[in-house]
């Protein structure tokens, strides 16, 4: 079964410096039929403007990614670090006991568009620990390549039996994927446009896929891809 989740019909925060839209119940937005996807808990696509972010702020038990679709991050945290993530970088934040970060758009002049992602760990209290890593353009060309899982080895590791992939997905070009029995996927199109079980998927758009044992995206306008492999 694979359903689709349109883009529009996300939550919405607008401020004046913040334009947030989430895929599931996330600050004031609550559906009650939109709670998360298995451990994945949120996908917020936000556009932080120039010279603006959020202020220091806490976290518990979660691990976050960040993923950056254009501009850059400033990111600083309570651990010690400081760090700027760009496109063709992914960054995971554990929050295990207990975590302080502030995020900041560092350009005068740019907006920065990023996916902020959470996934419920499979235990609490863990360690609190950052981690980021550079993301092969020719890795992640017309194919999906691991960018965050359990072992770590290709990507951010996770404290969770979770898996994140990116694609680049040309026009005309089909990438797919193989769902193991037991398991779920969401697919989240951050930019560009797909084909996916003979429906289009536009920048925005998700999917819930469960029961599959294989999905085929299509590339139909150049798309970049994340797809979420879910216990």
Do not use: C
């Amino acid at each position: 079964m694979i359903l689709k989740r349109p883009g529009e019909e996300r939550g919405r925060t607008r401020i004046s410096w913040l334009d947030s839209r989430h895929s599931f119940s996330f600050g004031e937005y609550y559906d009650p039929g939109q709670m998360g996807f298995g451990p994945l808990r949120v996908i917020n696509e936000d556009w932080v403007a120039p010279g603006a972010g959020f202020p220091t702020h806490g976290h518990r038990d979660m691990e976050i990614v960040t993923y950056v679709i254009e501009g850059a991050l400033e990111h600083k945290d309570s651990l010690g670090t400081g760090s700027i993530i760009r496109p063709g970088e992914v960054q995971r934040m554990s929050a295990g006991t207990g975590i302080l970060h502030s995020e900041f758009n560092p350009s005068s002049s740019d907006p920065v568009h990023l996916l902020q992602i959470w996934i419920m760990p499979s235990e609490h209290g863990i360690e609190p620990s950052y981690e980021q890593k550079a993301i092969s353009g020719e890795a992640t060309s017309a194919r999906f390549t691991t960018i965050a899982a359990p072992d770590g080895d290709t990507g951010v590791r996770l404290h969770q039996d979770a898996r994140i992939l990116a694609a680049q997905i040309p026009p005309g070009v089909a990438v797919a994927h193989d769902i193991a029995d037991g398991r779920r996927a969401w697919v989240q199109v951050a930019r560009g446009s797909v084909e996916l079980a003979g429906a289009t998927y536009k920048a925005g758009d998700g999917a819930a896929i469960t029961g599959e044992k294989r999905i085929e995206l299509a590339g139909r306008e150049p798309a970049e891809i994340l797809l979420f492999d879910l216990p």
